[in-house]
């Protein structure tokens, strides 16, 4: 959990050092592109490396698909990866004001009240504008990959404390400024953690109602809010 705390806050200290440091023209039709977003769907993979004592990888892996519609502000993620959370579903509904979790263990859907931090997080209007020019050096360049062309952006950490646990990021987007994958390098140039973007599509027209149908279980109201944690990449605070 850690390192998946380290990674929301690692992620967003990039996109806002992107934003800032890279051609004015490129960043500007992504903020554009998803200012003008009127949903959004993607699958998104997210795994976290440790190492053995010998050095060997062991990897944690968390698959997901993401849904999210801006009016009414609706946010869905069903886990599909690993078995412990395959099938568990959270949804934010910041119109009916409430967060819900499904549990398909239990066969139990927990009902909560939705705060502040939960709806800023299913915002996707903005680039997040976290940081300061000066977290990252930052070089960009264009590469082709399985005969299609990318931008690609480097990026190396300036402070000391971003400087003590990776060494180098690499995050490579297409040239209509989807994301592809991010991947962040421990201080030894090993790998860390990497993001991999699947199936994004933008205005499909989601229905609401479809993001709201849960499996059928139990509904346990509860009067705190839930706890999600999960990092929603370009779901940025809102103004």
């Known amino acids: 959990m850690k390192k998946i705390l380290n990674l929301v806050l690692i992620f967003s200290l990039f996109f806002s050092f992107v934003y800032?440091?890279?051609?004015d023209s490129i960043f500007k039709e992504i903020e554009n592109k998803w200012n003008l977003a009127k949903d959004i769907s993607m699958k998104m993979t997210m795994t976290v490396y440790s190492y053995s004592s010998k050095g060997e990888s062991l990897p944690t892996?968390?698959?997901m698909e993401i849904k999210a519609i801006k009016n009414p502000s609706i946010l869905r993620i069903d886990f599909t990866e690993p078995a412990l959370l395959a099938g568990q579903i959270f949804l934010i509904d910041a119109e009916k004001q409430i967060t819900r979790m499904y549990?398909?263990?239990?066969?139990q859907i927990i009902e909560?009240?939705?705060?502040?931090?939960?709806?800023?997080t299913i915002s996707f209007s903005s680039i997040p504008m976290i940081g300061s020019n000066e977290d990252f050096s930052l070089k960009l360049e264009e590469v082709t990959e399985k005969n299609q062309k990318l931008y690609k952006i480097t990026g190396i950490p300036q402070k000391?404390?971003?400087?003590?646990?990776?060494s180098y990021l690499e995050f490579f987007i297409t040239k209509d400024y989807i994301p592809?994958?991010?991947?962040?390098?421990?201080?030894?140039?090993?790998?860390y953690i990497e993001i991999l973007w699947?199936?994004?599509k933008i205005n499909s027209n989601l229905s609401p109602?479809?993001?709201?149908?849960?499996?059928?279980?139990?509904?346990?109201?509860?009067?705190?809010?839930?706890?999600?944690t999960t990092p929603i990449p370009f779901m940025s605070p809102s103004k």
């Open 20 to 23: 800032a440091q890279t051609p």
């Open 61 to 63: 892996k968390v698959s």
């Open 103 to 107: 549990s398909p263990s239990t066969k």
């Open 112 to 120: 909560a009240p939705y705060t502040v931090t939960q709806t800023s």
């Open 160 to 166: 000391p404390e971003l400087k003590a646990n990776y």
């Open 180 to 191: 592809l994958r991010l991947k962040v390098y421990d201080v030894q140039n090993r790998p």
């Open 198 to 200: 699947s199936e994004v």
């Open 209 to 228: 109602n479809t993001l709201r149908t849960l499996p059928q279980g139990k509904i346990i109201k509860q009067k705190e809010p839930l706890n999600m």
